[in-house]
T-cell receptor
């Protein structure tokens, strides 16, 4: 079966510009997650969706980050305006359902560099 | 709130030697615990997980981990290291409730000496 797809794989922008990342989860997976992984650190959860509803966005910097999951399938994460400290790898993950310790399957990530 | 501490940002072992990567967690509820591996320029791959069944969990590539509630630990081991095991390893915890995003440790870079 196809894995979690993400695009683009790499993005370089200037600070104060905007950027968007796209994620297509594994078919049939109801739960979708976005994580931010800064160099040298473990991934940090930004937002979790169950179908097209938000379950947890407590760590999402809502003044500049936004995410949506229209129709409960694909998802887009946007940053506007970007700051230098947003340079990181943005990982998308999906799982069949939440709440039972099920495996989260990760995509390859989008590496963002903010200059 | 949950947290994960991985002792040692870098661990170096000789090929054929025992691998031991340490993970301690804190959680206010019975946790689900995971070990993920990340190879250079690749996504995270699940090695194994603990979900309240057997305390000794076997995973892929010969790895295993033991859940010790009294020590709040979930250390990862492999009896004999192989060159292909060189990678970044992350321990993670989740609550298992509806909001079950993972809380990761900072990772341990495993170096295999020939």
């Amino acid at each position: 079966e196809a894995g979690v797809a993400q695009s683009p794989r790499y993005k370089i922008i200037e600070k104060r510009q905007s950027v968007a990342f796209w994620c297509n989860p594994i078919s049939g997976h109801a739960t979708l997650y976005w994580y931010q992984q800064i160099l040298g650190q473990g991934p940090k959860l930004l937002i979790q969706f169950q179908n097209n509803g938000v379950v947890d966005d407590s760590q999402l910097p809502k003044d500049r980050f936004s995410a949506e999951r229209l129709k409960g399938v694909d998802s887009t994460l946007k940053i506007q305006p970007a700051k230098l400290e947003d340079s990181a790898v943005y990982l998308c993950a999906s799982s069949l359902a939440s709440g039972s310790g099920g495996e989260q399957f990760f995509g390859p990530g989008t590496r963002l560099t903010v200059l | 709130a949950q947290s994960v501490t991985q002792l040692g940002s870098h661990v170096s072992v000789s090929e054929g030697a025992l691998v031991l990567l340490r993970c301690n967690y804190s959680s206010s509820v019975p946790p689900y615990l995971f070990w993920y591996v990340q190879y250079p320029n690749q996504g995270l791959q699940l090695l194994l997980k603990y979900t309240s069944a057997a305390t000794l969990v076997k995973g892929i590539n010969g790895f295993e981990a033991e859940f010790k509630k009294s020590e709040t630990s979930f250390h990862l081991t492999k009896p004999s290291a192989h060159m292909s095991d060189a990678a970044e390893y992350f321990c993670a915890v989740s609550s298992g409730g509806g909001a079950d995003g993972l809380t990761f440790g900072k990772g341990t870079h495993l170096i295999i000496q020939p």
